[in-house]
């Protein structure tokens, strides 16, 4: 099983990472929008449309969360 991002580990915080996008930090993050999320970034690795978790290759691969957010977000082509 794939392991999740904890969050509070550095490379989460420095990159504002939060499973949950309404969490993200709009002091830090201004251009931050709640309808950017893990599920429509295109470094988050899909098997399954119905996996909450999957990898993301900035986090080395780590499971991050479907409905999640970090800075590094950036559109699904
Ligand atoms: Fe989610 Fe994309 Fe950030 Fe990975 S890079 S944690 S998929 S927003």
């Given amino acids: 099983t794939t392991q999740k991002v904890d969050p509070k580990d550095p ?19 201004p251009k931050h929008e709640p309808a950017q999320m893990c599920s429509n970034c295109q470094f988050y690795q ?3 449309e119905k996996n909450k978790i999957a990898p993301c290759t900035i986090f080395a691969n780590k499971g991050v969360a479907a409905g999640g957010w970090c800075s590094a977000w950036a559109k699904k082509a």
């Fill in 46 to 48: 899909t098997a399954s």
């Fill in 11 to 29: 490379q989460a915080t420095s990159l504002g990472y939060v499973d949950d996008t309404k969490q993200a930090d709009k002091k830090r993050f």
